[in-house]
């Protein structure tokens, strides 16, 4: 390795030098200069290689392991992290099959979700959060004290736009996201869920046609079909999201009334749009007059402490119609989320006023609190960590139990894993065999209107731990039978 002459990087002068030096190392193990197992120059070594400090190299080291390229093995060094490749950057695009379908996936979705409420099996289909890392106590006790202290509150109706108290919270939070909005700009709802299902009602009439990422999270795809929408299918990259190229060509040979986006770590491939791009997506549809919805529930679940912002916080006009919730961080039986209509905002409010009147005023009541006094930050650095870990480590049991040419996401936020298997893996067919082992997984075709990814798997890495480990070698045996492996 030679030296490193000065401080500046591809990246431009203002690269701290650690970094310089982890994007390096990092470049050598892309190239496989060195490989997965190898063990890479001790920390003293590569100083003297590279006329660094010592410290630079330690903080540069530290970084591949939050990048899971480097792990520290106790007396003996860092070694290359064995990690199976991963899913390609770029999806091989024909933009010529890119058409809008009608949708129907209802049953077998419907038994994956029924199955997340089973106890005797292993949770690896729904992408339920662990509820080891929920703040059940903490958030139990303040639902009983609200009761207590705002008796009269606590059961009437929280007419739209809701409970005043945590849609001022929201708005303290939503500055993380980049974006500035009044406690007035928010709607609250009964979930994520139900803000996509009103952001759709609101824009679109039966038979008109939502642009969403491919794969997409399925109960996007339900949503769609009970409105009597169609779906066009963009394809989406682990690196980027919704590929942008693919997207635009779409708009230019269809009619899209809006376009449905999981920008910061999507659920199932965990992509998280670069702000660029996000920037680029606000600018195209706002140019051609196509609101975005945008469903940011796993922003707060970033491996880097920096949260990603939101595509909202580049949005002008109101037509960036925000989605979220505290389902996947403190509380999904709550059922408290959130909406930031934009534009749509009195469409928005009657829509919800309609269907369901209010959302529920008690669990809102004690989520303003929580997110009030609660230590929601601390919460969410403890949580993040773990699930980074539970990613990494579940995705290398992967590697050493699935069929040889398995590939898998290594997303940096959330906690799905998207596994490509060999061809001859049927996805339908190893749910079914799974299921008798009392193992549950989300099969590729349910992401698609099209069934399109056969020999895919979403798995919910939330609830890893070691013991999990023989479990996961039966479901990779179930899928080598199938390879013959
Ligand atoms: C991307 C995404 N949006 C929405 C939801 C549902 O959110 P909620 O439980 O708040 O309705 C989920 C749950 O899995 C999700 O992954």
Redesign the pocket.
């Known amino acids: 390795m030679d030296s490193m002459q000065t401080q500046t990087s591809h990246k431009g002068a203002h690269t701290p030098l650690y970094v310089s030096v982890a994007d390096r190392l990092a470049r050598m193990i892309d190239q496989q200069t060195f490989l997965p197992g190898d063990r890479v120059p001790s920390i003293r070594n590569l100083s003297r290689q590279l006329k660094v400090s010592i410290n630079t190299v330690k903080e540069a080291y530290a970084l591949l392991e939050d990048r899971r390229l480097l792990e520290a093995r106790p007396q003996s060094g860092y070694y290359v992290c064995n990690r199976l490749p991963d899913i390609p950057a770029d999806p091989e695009i024909a933009p010529s099959d890119i058409s809008p379908t009608g949708v129907s996936i209802g049953e077998m979705v419907e038994m994956i979700m029924r199955n997340s409420g089973e106890p005797g099996l292993v949770q690896f289909g729904?992408?339920?959060p662990n509820p080891d890392l929920l703040p059940i106590a903490k958030i139990g006790r303040m639902l009983a004290n609200e009761a207590r202290l705002r008796p009269v509150d606590h059961v009437s109706y929280t007419m739209p736009p809701g409970c005043k108290r945590l849609r001022t919270e929201i708005a303290k939070r939503l500055l993380d996201c980049g974006c500035t909005v009044k406690a007035r700009d928010i709607v609250t709802t009964?979930?994520?869920?139900?803000?996509?299902f009103l952001a759709l009602q609101a824009i679109c009439r039966p038979g008109d046609t939502v642009a969403v990422e491919s794969p997409v999270?399925f109960?996007f795809l339900q949503l769609i079909q009970t409105l009597g929408l169609r779906a066009l299918e963009i394809p989406a990259t682990q690196r980027e999201g919704m590929s942008l190229e693919a997207l635009r060509y779409a708009l230019d040979h269809n009619r899209v009334k809006a376009v449905l986006c999981?920008t910061n770590f999507?659920?199932p491939l965990g992509a998280c749009m670069p702000e660029e791009r996000k920037r680029e997506l606000v600018n195209l549809l706002e140019s051609r007059d196509i609101p975005l919805i945008e469903?940011d529930?796993?922003g707060d679940l970033g491996f880097d402490n920096e949260r990603p912002l939101a595509a909202k916080a580049y949005d002008q006009t109101g037509n960036v119609i925000l989605?979220s919730?505290?389902?996947?961080t403190v509380a999904?039986g709550y059922?408290v989320?959130w909406i930031v209509p934009g534009r749509f905002q009195p469409e928005i409010e009657r829509l919800k006023m309609v269907v369901n009147l209010a959302a529920a005023a008690p669990t809102q009541l004690a989520l303003a609190e929580f997110l009030a006094n609660g230590g929601y930050d601390h919460h969410l650095r403890h949580i993040r960590r773990v699930y980074a870990q539970k990613v990494a480590e579940m995705s290398e049991a992967i590697g050493r139990h699935f069929p040889a040419g398995t590939r898998v996401t290594r997303p940096q936020g959330g906690f799905c894993l998207w596994v490509e298997m060999p061809d001859e893996v049927d996805a339908l067919r190893l749910y079914a065999r799974a299921l008798k082992h009392k193992i549950t997984l989300a099969p590729g075709p349910v992401f698609s209107a099209t069934g399109k990814f056969r020999n895919c798997i979403r798995l919910n890495a939330a609830f890893w731990t070691d013991r999990l480990e023989g479990t996961l070698k039966t479901l990779g045996g179930l899928a080598k039978e199938m390879v013959g492996s």
């Open positions: 729904c992408a339920i009964t979930g994520c869920s139900e803000a996509v999270y109960n999981i999507s659920n469903d529930i796993h989605c919730s505290f389902s996947k999904p059922r989320g």
